[in-house]
């Protein structure tokens, strides 16, 4: 048993002296995260890094203004005058509201079978990087560059508020990446593999260092024998997996409650309505075992659940955290999320995932004539407004004939969320999921998003071929 | 708390140096300000003191890091035993080192003057006033603005200090302070949203007008716009965009980059890889710039770096690193996070201006595509292979003024294609935020994917 980051008794002091001065809710978010990185490059270690940082968040809440501070200083009078600065900037009356004594914390300890990353010896962490580097290196002389990196950060937090609540998390996570350039007559190219969990080291019982350097090398191989993309609208089927960054700017950012409660989502008004193919059901789920966007409690305290966004193809609830979920009067739905204590909570993805359909995947290919086989993507981008977003993808072929031919050079696709919803044609019976980092507005959050093997009937192809 | 205070932190880190060993401390302080605004009210204000340090150390030719976002004296000393720690777990790298006096000796750091004292005091209540009449403003702009997105004001005063034990040392402070609004505009047609910012060392360098006038022109002019079918077409890039895709084509001048062989331009130093008029540069010693600095990440002073001089590529950027690996000596081009190694970067690139303003450009580009804003430029565009491809949406120009509006378009090349492809360069140069400056910039063919 760990001690809590903050005795109860100067969390509920400085949520008094918030509320005091005025506000409608108060908050202290409290953090301390240990971090670990290593960069295995040009065949040996180069930078290893141990990083630290704690600190608390301090929020008030008064009518729609949030007035936030954060400090390094954990102390007593550190905490109370970071309250005092929040309380002034949500400034004025109202020095009635009372804070509801702390309920009993409900804590969330680490699992028994977690390796922490602290338990595990350095040179380990080394050697991993090694063997990826090693095993890229030897799948083709054609291979001229690795960068092979670990990080894994142990994040405790406490959140206490005003309404009495009392939650702590200790998150693990661990992640290992490399990037391989490859090079032959046409030029360079660049593959890549990233695997994340919210886990300790045991994450390698599951991805070989071995396995996850030869995936990036066989990437950067197969493009060095790619084609130029070809540009123009066609049929585009997403491998399991690879698509779930699709939905996660398609839609996913537009079903977040802040950009509806500013009228600023394609999706605002359409509860209730159909706005996806019937063969459609997305869920974000953040207690979903140990996937990366995995949580125990949101970052405001909340159980992290599982929502179901879209089913059948009907749009039947958004994405929630306090300060919204307080605006419609509802209970908030474990989506609030910061990327650390000097940042405030807003609703955020966790584990995205369209569920599984009924197609046999190779039957989905064979069904298209010319087309686009998408197997990696490389993140994408969307305006919440508008709908229109965009993906790059980093590994895809061309089906020609219902046959996955030729490898293309890398190209973005382009399409606007609600049309490409009601484009899908086919969902396949097989699942996988696909680790990212989501960036708003200036945050970064771990997300995993997933699919089955997808049919979009027809996407615009950004390519440089005729 | 003033910059010595950092100074002294970072020098008693650095005076821990044991017989055989380098320790260097970076350490940097941030009172910032932030205020959204929605609906008439302010939606969030945050203020905040931040602080940091990064510590390194290199023993035997071995290199170790550690960082903590605190300068409370046990986390400082936790910090450098995990630095000299993990100095233990490194390779052996004869580059590896401290910047030494012998590389700073000769060059003096440029005369820059980027701290405005009086936006420290300024009150709270001013900047909230800012941000709300940008809002009303930019709803005001146009009857078709249906709803301002967000419109803010964000300030930071930023500190930073670095000393190693071979007896270098820098101290620089700077202010900086920004505006912006996003409006969304619907006709009927559809919504469609756009941005106005404003940057500058302090409020009297924004000229907060014209953020709501830019931010109504850019979503209203794109009202209605469609996909169009796809074609070979010449491209005019807006300075927003075209400072994106500079600091993507920064990588491939990076000297780590090129000694790594992943760099697009490794080997070509005196080949033409741009139009014969491209003149490309980063001057950090250009107070205009919002990234300009006496120091760069390793303590030396900055000095005017050309990257492309009449289209012919120069060199590389370097900082002690792969300036002593390469035999090519830092260029003074280290860039610094607490939590990594330096790396190297630019810091204020931009591309020489041309004679001719963007009006002037539209008139004699013939049928051309003009891009307003990119999107997906990190996912669809590898700047070691060069591939770029971006979603788009902007306005065909013909006759030299804008016709349709266009969105839910591609548009392709390679960055070495685009640099030789330039046509011409606006005489708008733009100072932005960030490490690159924008102007109009005419490329003569891409291929746009649509409808």
């Known amino acids: ?466 | 708390m003033s910059s010595p205070e950092l100074l002294d932190i970072a020098r008693s880190v650095a005076a821990t140096a044991r017989e055989g060993e380098q320790v260097e401390a970076y350490v940097v302080r941030t009172r910032e300000t932030d205020v959204e605004v929605f609906d008439g009210a302010v939606e969030s204000l945050t203020t905040a003191s931040v602080e940091g340090i990064g510590i390194r150390v290199i023993a035997g030719q071995r290199q170790g890091l550690a960082w903590a976002g605190s300068l409370a004296p046990d986390v400082i000393d936790e910090s450098l035993k995990e630095a000299r720690d993990n100095a233990g777990f490194g390779e052996p790298d004869e580059w590896y080192g401290l910047a030494s006096p012998a590389e700073v000796d000769g060059f003096e750091a440029p005369a820059l003057d980027l701290w405005r004292e009086e936006l420290a005091s300024v009150p709270t209540e001013e900047k909230v006033r800012i941000a709300l009449e940008l809002e009303r403003a930019t709803k005001a702009a146009d009857p078709r603005i249906r709803n301002v997105e967000s419109a803010s004001y964000g300030d930071a005063l930023s500190e930073s200090a670095l000393a190693n034990s071979l007896g270098v040392e820098s101290n620089t402070r700077r202010t900086t302070c920004s505006a912006s609004a996003v409006a969304l505009a619907d006709d009927g047609s559809g919504t469609q949203s756009g941005y106005g910012f404003v940057a500058g060392r302090t409020l009297s360098d924004l000229d907060l007008d014209s953020i709501p006038r830019d931010a109504a022109i850019r979503a209203c002019r794109l009202l209605g716009a469609k996909p169009v079918p796809g074609r070979r077409i010449a491209v005019i890039l807006d300075p927003l965009v075209t400072r994106s895709v500079l600091g993507i084509l920064s990588t491939a001048f990076n000297g780590e980059s090129m000694l790594k062989g992943r760099s697009l331009f490794a080997g070509r130093s005196g080949e033409k890889v741009a139009a014969p008029f491209v003149q490309l540069i980063d001057d950090p010693t250009d107070a205009r710039a919002l990234g300009a600095s006496q120091y760069d990440g390793d303590g030396i002073p900055t000095r005017r770096n050309a990257l492309i001089v009449d289209g012919v590529m120069q060199g590389f950027l370097h900082n002690v690193y792969t300036g002593r690996r390469s035999g090519e000596g830092t260029t003074a081009s280290a860039t610094r996070g607490l939590g990594s190694t330096p790396g190297v970067g630019v810091r204020a690139l931009r591309l020489e201006p041309g004679p001719r303003t963007p009006e002037a450009i539209m008139s004699r580009a013939g049928e051309a595509l003009y891009v307003q804003s990119v999107s997906g430029l990190h996912s669809g565009t590898n700047p070691i292979s060069g591939d770029f491809s971006v979603g788009a949406d902007g306005l065909m120009v013909r006759d030299g003024v804008f016709a349709e509006p266009v969105r839910e378009i591609t548009i392709a090349s390679t960055l070495q294609r685009m640099l030789l492809d330039i046509t011409d360069i606006g005489s708008d140069l733009t100072f932005l935020p960030g490490a690159v400056a924008g102007m109009t910039v005419l490329i003569g063919e891409m291929t746009m994917s649509g409808a």
Request: net charge negative; hydrophobic share 40%; glycine share 12%.
């Open chain 1, 1 to 466: 048993m760990t001690a809590p980051l903050i005795e109860s008794d100067v969390l509920q002091a400085t949520l008094d002296h918030a509320l005091s001065l005025g506000g409608d809710f108060a908050e202290v978010f409290v953090e301390d995260r240990r971090s670990s990185n290593g960069r295995f490059d040009d065949g040996r270690i180069e930078e290893l890094v141990s990083g630290r940082d704690r600190g608390a968040g301090l929020r008030v809440v008064r009518g729609d203004t949030t007035g936030f501070a954060h400090t390094a200083d954990l102390s007593r009078a550190g905490l109370l005058q970071a309250a005092e600065a929040a309380a002034g900037a949500a400034r004025g009356g109202n020095s009635g509201t009372n804070t509801v004594a702390l309920h009993a914390a409900a804590t969330h300890p680490i699992e028994n079978d977690i390796v922490l990353p602290e338990t595990v010896e350095k040179r380990r962490k080394v050697e991993l990087l090694a063997r990826a580097d090693e095993a890229a290196r030897a799948t083709a002389s054609a291979v001229t560059s690795v960068t092979a990196s670990y990080a894994d950060a142990r994040r405790r937090i406490l959140v206490a508020n005003s309404d009495g609540l009392l939650a702590d998390d200790d998150r693990v996570r661990t992640r290992m990446s490399v990037q391989v350039v490859a090079t032959g007559d046409t030029g360079m190219q660049t593959g890549y593999e990233a695997p994340g969990r919210t886990m300790g080291f045991e994450l390698f019982d599951t991805f070989a260092p071995e396995e996850v350097g030869r995936r990036a090398a066989r990437r950067a191989l197969t493009l060095l024998e790619a084609v130029p993309a070809p540009s123009g609208r066609l049929p585009v089927v997403l491998k399991r997996g690879a698509g779930g960054v699709l939905f996660h700017e398609a839609c996913g950012h537009g079903l977040e409650a802040d950009h509806i409660l500013k009228d600023a989502s394609v999706f605002k008004g359409q509860m209730g309505t159909q706005v996806a193919s019937p063969l459609v059901t997305l869920v974000d789920d953040g207690g979903y075992a140990r996937e990366w966007g995995t949580l125990a409690i949101d970052d405001e305290g909340h159980p992290a659940q599982r929502n179901v966004l879209i089913e059948d193809g009907i749009l039947t609830d958004f994405m929630w955290d306090v300060v919204r979920a307080r605006k419609e009067g509802r209970a908030p739905s474990g989506n609030g999320r910061r990327e650390s204590y000097r940042h405030l909570p807003m609703p955020r993805m966790t584990n995205t995932f369209v569920l599984e359909g009924e197609s046999d995947p190779d039957d989905i290919i064979r069904g298209v004539d010319f087309g686009i086989y998408a197997v990696q993507l490389g993140g994408g981008q969307v305006d919440p407004a508008t709908g229109d977003f965009v993906f790059g993808i980093t590994e895809a072929y061309l089906i020609e004939k219902g046959e996955v031919t030729r490898p293309i050079r890398a190209a973005q696709l382009i399409g606007n969320g609600p049309e490409v919803l009601r484009m899908v044609d086919a969902v396949g019976n097989d699942f996988e999921t696909w680790t990212g980092m989501c960036g708003k507005q200036g945050q970064s959050v771990p997300v995993s998003s997933g699919q089955p093997t997808v049919l979009v009937r027809e996407m615009t192809v950004g390519g440089t071929a005729a």
